[in-house]
């Protein structure tokens, strides 16, 4: 009779403890971002964004060598941008995702208004060859609180490489030639902040960077090799994201 009561109490204590040791197996579903999912899970995710680059007053594309982009300066060189982004990222904190990123950014080689012009071409890299190329790289979002994030990303930058000839017409003009192969090989990065309208689903505002070497030049008369003028580029840009 003692054993029969006992084996009935570990019984008992075995079908309550299993609800309890269920519950403590599964991670935590809480914290801001996708606050829906568990940490450890994750979303394919695809994006896009539509901006203005800067621009320079000498025809070129980028800054000079600074490349960067100055906000209280209008630039009638500005150009419309875009960048189509993919990927996949993991919720690894309650707060925090973290994940891989593939796409294509052009930086100015497209005027739609021209839609609308006849005789205008809307794709005019023939002639203005601006800065795009394919991208791969890591990207992180952070939400300090549900709806609002804060996101950054960066990584491997592809360029063109315009036929390998970076250098302007006064450069030609100047008895300057192609020196040497541009690197076409350079760095991406940028910063954003928005809003999830649901978990899905989110929009916001970035500003990106993408740097590229203009390769070497070369003084005809002299046999002198010096780098050329980068090309770099900054976009600030409305972007869309969708989670799968």
């Keep these: 009779m003692k054993k029969a009561a006992l084996a009935l109490a570990v019984s008992c204590a075995s079908f309550v403890a299993i609800p309890a040791f269920a519950q403590d197996s599964n991670p935590a579903v809480t914290g801001n971002y996708q606050p829906s999912q568990a940490v450890g899970s994750g979303n ?5 964004q539509v901006g203005r680059t800067n621009g320079s007053d000498n025809g070129g594309f980028g800054d000079g060598n600074n490349g960067g982009f100055n906000f209280l300066k209008g630039n009638k060189d500005r150009r419309t941008g875009y960048g ?9 904190g309650p ?5 891989l990123e593939a796409g294509y950014a052009d930086l100015g080689n497209y005027r739609v208004k021209n839609v609308f012009e006849d005789g205008q071409d809307v794709d005019q890299k023939g002639t203005r060859n601006a800065l795009r190329g394919w991208m791969v790289g890591v990207n992180g979002k952070v939400n300090l609180v549900q709806g609002w994030y804060l996101s950054a990303h960066g990584g491997y930058f592809r360029a063109n490489d315009n036929n390998q000839n970076y250098n302007n017409s006064v450069s030609q003009d100047l008895g300057f030639s192609n020196g040497g192969k ?23 505002a970035n500003y990106d960077y993408f740097h590229a070497d203009a390769g070497k030049v070369k003084n005809n008369a002299t046999g002198e090799i010096s780098r050329g003028i ?13 989670r799968f």
């Design 230 to 242: 980068k090309r770099s580029t900054g976009i600030v840009s409305l972007a869309g994201e969708y």
């Design 44 to 48: 394919w995710f695809i994006g896009a």
């Design 84 to 92: 189509l982004l993919g990927g996949y990222r993991w919720k690894v």
């Design 182 to 204: 541009a690197d076409r090989g350079s760095w991406y990065g940028g910063v954003g902040t928005g809003w999830d309208i649901n978990e899905h689903f989110s929009v916001g």
């Design 95 to 99: 707060d925090l995702g973290l994940g």
